[in-house]
């Protein structure tokens, strides 16, 4: 990580792709012509689709059809539909100001999203976990790997964790918020703003008929270890998501 960070802003390509990824112990993974992941900033990243902002299911209609769904196919999610999900989450709606899809106490945007890609996962992307970035609208690589199976044990067992195409892991820095309002902003703001995305989440997916469910009873360390979060980041939701079955 810590060389990751000392890399310049740089785009690589070519050969220069092939030596970041052997400094990063990658291999030539990320070279490969059927694969998604592209080396920027010294980091793997998955560009994802512009999302839609012009859907065919009417607001109101999202409302009155919105469920918790425990049930999934067993056919992956496209990367369309996992870029519209992680727009209506966290996604810049306001290039000039920065605003995102979902409020935040402040614009101090205290939340970050980890995607866990499983199986069935996502066509034509790799299992593992990935780190969403709002400003770019991608992905960044944090593990290689299905690690489904863990994040449900860390679940208490849940099924839906470990069936779904993919689960959605919210997470909160809390000091960017508390540095403008104190402890109110972590007691109070921080977990309004994760209630506030898992419903754009939840409107999102039934707009696009996939199903979902909040997750909240987990073991928070453990998650955290998982998605590979910074020790300052405290996991407060997970959410299976896959196509309804």
């Known amino acids: 990580m810590t060389l990751r960070r000392l890399l310049r802003r740089t785009t690589v390509s070519g050969l220069a792709a092939g030596i970041v990824s052997l400094l990063l112990g990658r291999g030539n993974a990320s070279a490969r012509d059927d694969s998604p992941l592209q080396v920027r900033e010294g980091i793997e990243t998955v560009s994802l689709p512009p999302p839609e902002t012009d859907g065919d299911v009417a607001v109101e209609r999202a409302i009155a059809n919105r ?13 369309r539909e996992l870029s519209q999900l992680l727009w209506a989450v966290q996604g810049i709606t306001d290039p000039e100001s920065g605003y995102r899809a979902a409020p935040s106490a402040g614009a101090r945007y205290p939340l970050e999203v980890y995607v866990v890609v499983g199986d069935p996962g996502v066509d034509g992307l790799d299992a593992g976990v ?4 709002p400003e770019p609208h991608d992905l960044a690589l944090s593990a290689r790997g299905n690690v489904q199976a863990e994040l449900r044990a860390a679940a208490v067992g849940q099924e839906p ?7 959605v892991v919210i997470c909160a820095v809390d000091e960017r918020t508390t540095r403008e309002y104190g402890e109110r902003g972590r007691l109070r703001y921080v977990p309004m703003e994760a209630g506030h995305v898992g419903e754009n989440l939840y409107l999102q997916a039934e707009a696009l008929d996939l199903s979902t469910v909040a997750i909240g009873s987990f073991r928070d360390r453990r998650v955290r270890t998982l998605v590979d979060a910074s020790p300052d980041c405290r996991p407060l939701y997970i959410y299976p998501v896959g196509a309804r079955a």
């Open 67 to 79: 469920r918790s769904r425990r049930e999934y196919a067993a056919t992956p999610i496209t990367r």
């Open 130 to 133: 990935y780190r969403y970035r």
């Open 161 to 167: 964790v470990g069936r779904a195409a993919i689960d």
